[in-house]
Each structure stands twice: as C-alpha cells, then as structure tokens.
C-alpha cells in the first residue's frame, strides 16, 4: 500500500513532510522502480530545512488534501533535501535554468520514470490567481501533455539532456590562463561594485564571498586601493545592516532589498565561514574594530547555537518560526520601550526602531539609518541592553534547527574559524575547530575504507557518498590546521584524501574532478565544472590545496595535478571568468605563495612571537612551515638548507626559488610582512 516514506529518514527537512497527506518518497532505486513500473511521470520536489519559501509551499498544497489526491493520483512523489543531495540538486537546477527559468527553492521539476527532466519551475501558488498558474492546474496540464503530448515531452526530454551532458564536457583545447588573471578579472568586477551600499549592484543583494575573497587578494597584490575598499565596503554595510543579527550574532544568506536591510532570515553555515574568514582578512590589514566585533559575536553565536551533538557544525536555523518568516527576530517600539525603559529611545535611534517599523509593521534591528557614532560610554550602554533584548528573545518560540552534519560546510567552518584563532590568538576558538575536523574524520569516514568519507551525519547515522566538496574542503581544513598547529596527523590526513579525490572523482579524458565518485550511484549525468555558487567550486579549491601539498611534502605529483586542473578549466574561466573565482585565487596562490618558513623549536617563546606576528597578518597567498633546527627540507624547497641563526629562531619569506636573508627580530618580520 502506498503511503509517505519519509518517516525513517534523517533528514529534517524530510521529516518535515512525513506529515504530508502526500505519498513522498525519499531518493532512490525504489522510487525510480515505481515510476518505472507504474508508468508515471516523477514529480521532483527539492528544498532545504531552512527555506522560507519551501514552507510556504508546503504548508499551502503538500498539507492540502486535494492537491495531495492528485499528486498521488497522477505522479510518483519524490522529495529531496538539497543539502544532503547536492548532486541531486545540481542536475535539475540547471535543467531549470536550461529551461530558461531562474533559480531558487522549493525546486519542482517534473521527470520521465527514468528520471529525465522535460519540464519545471520553483514556487507555485497553489491555485491560479492573478495570472499566475496554480500548483493545482500545472498539475493537471502536465497529465495532459504526458498522456497526449508525448513529442513534446520527447523533445524537451532529449534536448535538455544533451545540454546537461554538454556542460559536464570539459575537452581540452589548450586555453591557458595569463599570470595576472586575478588582478585582471578584479580590474572588470570593480565595475560592477556598488560603491554606496556596498556588494555587488544590483536586487537582492548576496554577498558573494568568492568573488571578494578574489578582490581582497588582488589588493594585497597591487595595493589597488578600489579592490580593498570593495571588501571593506561590502563588510561594513553587511555588519550594520538587518542581514546581521545585532544581538545573537551571525549572517543571514542575502537581503531581499538593495540595503542590506531586509533578509531572507535563515542563517547558513558556508555563509558565516566564508564571511568569518574574508573579515579575518580584512581585520588583520587594518585592525577595524566593527569587523573584530563581528567576528567574535558571529563565533559566539557559532560555538552557542550551531554545534551538533557530535563536535561538529550543524547546518542552519530557519527562517521561520511560528509559520511566520522572521517573526524571532523582529520588534515593535513597544516591546522596545518595555523591556529598556528610559534608555529605549538611545536604542530606537541608533537601531532604526519606530512606532510604524521598517519591516511590514515590525523593525529589524539595523544601524543603517545611524548619522552619529555613538561614544565609547554609549557603545557600552547600547552592549547591555542589547543583553537585555537576547534575554528576552530566548523566550520566544525558536526557528527551527537543522542539526545535521555536512562535511563540505564544516571543512569550510573549521578553515575560518582556525583562521580566525590564529589571528586573534583564541586557543578555544581552535580548540572548536580540531573538535570538528575530529568528529567528521571519526563519524563521516567510511569504515571499510578510511580514505573516503560520507556527506551527510545525524542522529548517528553517515548517509550518502561523499562528494567532491566534502573532500575539497575537508583537505583545506586539515591544511590550515596543519600550518596552524604544526600537527603531521592534519597533513597526512590531506594527503589520504587528496589520494582518494584522484582515484575516485578523476576525469582521466579530459582533466578535472567530476563532483561524484566513480563507484556512486549512477545518475542522468556525472557533474563536473569548476563554476563556484554560493560556495567555492571543489575544483578551484583544489587547486590551492594541491599546490601547498606540493610544497609541504615535496612531491611535485601533486603540483602536477594542480596544474592539469587549471589546464583542464581554462577555456571555461575564459568565457565565464567572474564565475571561476576560487579557481582563480588557487591558480595565483600556486604562482604567487607567500612561503614563510621558521626555523626553530616550535614550542620555543621566540617561535611562537614569529608565528603570532605571521598569523595577524593579512596574508591570502600565505604558508607557514616550522622546521626543527638540524631538520632537512626536501631537496627542492626553495628553503633547502637554511638554518636557525646563533640558536634562536629564524625566518626565511620565500618567492618561487629565492628566499630572504634570515630574520631573527619580531621587529624585523613584522615590518617586512607590511611591505608586502
């Protein structure tokens, strides 16, 4: 008897919908079998636990009965969380885009029994209003065209495969990628930044992490003020505005208006963890005291709120609590006056708080508005009630949480906030980050091979292949905590996986990572491509870590495969550079490293002054290695040879094959650092 399936999943954005009246099914050989054997189309529907629009969705036809009837009636339901799935995701988001649609969440897409896309969209209104379809008619007029229209169900079938399979083609044809791609590719985008409100141009504004992250290192590049001021100008609008959290800490995905003002609520890790890091960056150049604020409430938040009950991050808080979006966050001016009293009208002022309220009646906190910097007596003032209002907001009902374990997201997290200890000289904040990169190396490995990792943990259960993201990022966490600890267990670890990325994952044809395995379940198409999302591609990460793992082991294997990997994107940064960012950034990395070698006790006083000093500054191309006095580099390092000098530790900076006199004087390498 067919009923919903979702109720044994792990998922929290599946069991959601175990609820439904619909018949879901989870992803998989026995969804597709049914299809197959009843002869009905696939009705695909994709979102996320934290998607305010997916609970729209739901709660308007999924809980309706007669939508459900008909759903069940005329199509094999299957449901998928696209965060556990981002295979899944990623072929039928761009079958939609194919279709000439823009993006977004809930993702519907209608398929063949085999899976094959033929049509879809996003959000539908559940009845036809306003010359809008409804979810209920599209329903019907899909039947319609599956059981009369079959050619035109064939034809869009056909042509959108073939255009899948073409954007997963990646031949050579021998594109190389010019030394100064990265100063380049900023000289065009600084065009495109918003110099009044900060970001890109442009509603509703996302921040974009890899493209400024490509800013922030061509700025410390050339020194071209432009690109810095893009970074710092993005950051500093972002921190005062509604997409912050003023008094729990951390950052909404993107704001619905060009201010930064209104945000879709819901708070992503991968977001947090690449702000986390580009702020730490900016931080360490100018020493900004709103950017260290952030950052230390956005890990206040992170280590309060966002850790899972095995060590490691958990995913997202909603958007959504009590069925409405926002509703924890907001205030009225009279809750306002009734919790601050007498200092309700400093606190109106400086976060924007009125009687008719910035956000359909209620007031997001923000000090966009702000015409005068409060002082230091004040900021202290504005500090405590801002306790007083989190007191209160504990009360409220939370948005929900979903708990469960990526390890692409948390590689992401444990390389920023590593970053962001060093920096800061926080040992709890790196005492955090080993205890995730531990319980993702200990629960999402595969037990009968330890190089290989699954994508997905809760509950006690590691669910779903990993994919090429969950080792990308998981090879650059260990390689920051590795150059951050000194630990050899973190650079084995890379090395493990950089091995398994190579023998499962390689295009042996035409280069590159395909973004499955080769022993994965086989889907309509293998993915692969270099573009970066919302995210950082796995493939231009790859290159960066490829490289440093060159220089740290001495096996020009892995600068080899560094460079078969831009070779094997060339063509496409080519035509579409602005979209290969982290690529771009790997690409110079591996040109342009700031090699920093100590040679010295690492535990010595004077060791650890040179490592406090390296660590606070801002350096995007940097590694540091530390080599025992006496200890022999490999033959091939640029810093072969070199000694500690009388004793005490010393630095040697390095560019291509040559490196610096000695440095014996915090004084010295400090001053040297800023000249970069």
Known sequence: MTRNLLDQETSPYLLQHKDNPV???????????AARSSGKPILLSIGYAACHWCHVMAHESFEDAEIAAVMNQLFVNIKVDREERPDIDTIY?????????????????FLTPDGEPFWGGTYFPPRSQWGRPGFLDVLHRIDTVWREERDTIEQNRLALLQRLEAMADTARDGATL???SVEQLAAKLVNSVDWNRGGLAGTPKFPNPPIFRLFWQAF?????????????????RMSEGGIYDHLGGGYARYSVDDRWLVPHFEKMLYDNAQLLELMTLAWQHGGNALFEQRIRETIGWLLREMVAENGAFASTQDADSEGEEGKFYVWSAGEIQQLLGTNADLFASTYDVTATGNFEGHNILN?????????????????????????????????????????DWNGMMIAALAHAAAAFDEPGWLAAAERAFTAIARDLTRPDTPERLHHAWRSGRAQHEGMLDDYANMIRAALVLHEITGSAIYLEQAALWSDAVEAWFSDSENGGYFLTARDA????????????SAVPAGN???????ARLALLTGQSYYRDLAEDLVAA?????????PGHAALLCGFDFMLNTDLIVIVGDRDASATQSMLRSIFAASLPNRLVQVVAAGAQLHQDHPAHGKTAIDGTATVYICHGKTCSLPITEVNVLRDMLEAF
């Open 23 to 33: 018949h879901w099914r989870p992803w998989g050989p026995d969804a597709l079998a």
């Open 178 to 180: 010019r030394e100064d």
């Open 540 to 546: 231009g990460l790859l290159v960066d870590s490829f």
């Open 521 to 532: 379940e086989a889907l309509i198409v293998r993915s692969k491509s270099a573009a970066d």
């Open 93 to 109: 988001m761009n079958a939609l885009h194919l279709l000439g649609q823009q993006g977004g969440w809930p993702l519907t897409m």
């Open 569 to 577: 994107f060339a063509s496409a940064v080519a035509t579409q550079a």
């Open 367 to 407: 000090r966009l508005t702000l015409q005068e910097k409060p002082d230091t007596e004040q900021e202290q003032l504005l500090a405590s009630l801002r306790d007083i209002l989190f007191t209160a907001r504990e009360e409220r009902v939370h948005p929900g949480w979903d708990d469960k374990v990526l390890a």
């Open 220 to 236: 410390r590049k050339t020194g071209e003020p432009s690109y810095g001021r893009a970074v710092e100008l993005l950051l500093e």
